[in-house]
């Protein structure tokens, strides 16, 4: 069994990366773009080159000989928990995650050069299949007629900002490059902020085919998806019991601090339990990926039936602990909600997952 504790290797990326984000991510400057993100785009692209160009972590996943890292899911696991640690508006999941993992699925030179494009960062890509549907769930495509795309495609994550889309069709799966004539990307209102949703419009959109066998590849980004997750959710728990914590030691009312009354401390306690537990699964998800072990569904949904209702608890509590500050738009911690909320019907609900988890290890409802 593998050792699901943090190597010297993955905490001391997880310090380059926390570092970065510090000086270039912090709250206000996140709560800055959420209020005009019109301004250069729904991503922080001086953040995004940073991270991929600066520090080559679009390419974890990408083995070498493609112009990647060839690290593995613990590794990208790690970035996502700091990601979501500071709710970042950038393509990560999305593009170095799902779009990544669906092209290792392909072969041919059309999926080589999309991979080596994206582990340079140069290229953003986003697989055109809905944030709410699950592994092994049905998806949407649109049709595939003469070499071209004809169809709507809507809830496509981080479609506003990619440079190229990985497109289900009746025919296979197909890149288009979003800049190109007969695509339209029109931007949905969505909850979360940060990661903005949108309408993929196709009218005779040129394609080009990445692979026949559809279903795979979609499976795996979606997979890859749903399991690592769960690090960037334990990075969005983990700030809300960090601060909330700090907080309650701040604040005082009747000459003591509010974290000192019995009944906060139980509320916390439960949380910090909470949140243990929602490590010990996001680990085992990303080690179980990065090992290719037999378990790799049962890990996926596994965290996924957990980690959700767990990182909107905390939110919730942190909200409602801040008090009134809690409740404004200057304080962050509605970006963390926000986040929070999205991420638990992302690729796939927790009930979803709890009934692929119960016909993975064949424990049917009475």
Known sequence: MSDLLYSEEEEALRSAVRGLLADRCDAATVLARAESPEADGPHDRELWKALTEGMGLAGLLVPEDLGGQGATHREAAVVLEELGRAVAPVPYLTSAVVATETLLACAGSEATELLSALAAGRT???LAVGLAVAPGAPFQGVRHEAGALHGELTGIADAAGADVLLVPADGGLFAVHTAQDGVTVTAQTSLDLTRPLATVTFDAAAARELTRDVDAAVRRGLRAGAALLASEQLGVAEWCLTETVRYTKERHQFNRPVGSFQALKHRLAQLWLEVVNTRAAA????????????DADVAAALAQAYAGSVTVHAAEEALQLHGGIGMTWEHPVHLYLKRAKADS?????????REALAGLVDLQAP
């Open 283 to 294: 680990r085992n998800a990303a080690d179980a990926l990065a090992t290719e072990s037999a």
């Open 124 to 126: 953003v890509g986003a």
């Open 345 to 353: 019907i992302a690729y796939g609900t927790a009930g979803r997952h």
